[in-house]
């Protein structure tokens, strides 16, 4: 005891008793009061939450995920470039052209050589016009091979 007087005086001078105390009477109807307690909870139904809401939560949750990152994305990108419609893909192709392209597509190898050669072909293909035939009736392997010969 003189230790601590020395080592902290002002810890020494408080008192040495529980400052918790119970109130006075407490367990007098503690008992009555705990049934009246249990009996209100059994009586009480437990409020059922609307299951419409519990199932959609997950899909509300995603959707409005899905629509602020397309907000955070679509928005900026509308604002820097608003010139430049959506449905323009920068790709414009001739109506004559893919029907001429879906016409060549079934001809094999030897019938496209005779309609090149032939005399009294009035239209004129063009290299790009050649490539894209040769590029969709052949693999790159065949044309690999054949200019390796």
Do not use: C
Request: aromatic share 8%; proline share 5%; charged share 25%.
């Amino acid at each position: 005891m003189e230790e601590l007087q020395n080592i902290a005086p002002e810890l020494s001078k408080i008192k040495k008793e529980n400052p918790f105390k119970v109130p006075e009477h407490y367990f007098d109807d503690f008992s009555a009061r705990l049934q009246m307690k249990l009996d209100a909870e059994k009586i009480e139904v437990p409020k059922q939450q609307k299951k419409i809401i519990q199932l959609l939560k997950p899909a509300l949750t995603m959707a409005a995920g899905f629509a602020l990152l397309f907000t955070l994305a679509y928005w900026p990108l509308k604002l820097i470039t608003p010139n430049q419609q959506a449905n323009n893909t920068g790709i414009e192709i001739d109506i004559n052209e893919m029907l001429y392209a879906n016409m060549v597509e079934g001809i094999d190898q030897n019938s496209f050589y005779a309609l090149l050669d032939e005399p009294n072909n009035s239209t004129q293909l063009s290299d790009e016009d050649l490539a894209i035939i040769v590029n969709s009736n052949s693999s790159e392997y065949d044309i690999f091979s054949e200019t390796i010969k």
